[in-house]
């Protein structure tokens, strides 16, 4: 049981880093072709306007357009969520919550 279980664990590893990788590979296809800005430029952007954490980052495809989701934890304690066209770079959504301490 503990060799089957140990056996999962690394198929699921693996299948995680090949989605990984398809992603990382999708996304810097999209930069080189033009098509999206790099992340490095819009964390730029990102954090001049919201100073703190990043706790998550995502390229997403919502409704044909591909948008960098990013979730940052600001100096106050607010977990900021915001949304960058990552074609122009535009501020698509920007909400906060307070975290609970």
Known sequence: MKIWMAFLGMYLITIGAAIADSDQDRARRAVEQGLILPFRDILAKAQQAYPGQMLKAEL?????????????????????EVVYDARTGALLKAKGRETKR
């Open 60 to 80: 997403d495809d919502e409704d044909g357009i591909l948008v960098y989701e990013l979730k940052i934890l600001s100096g106050d304690g607010r977990v900021m």
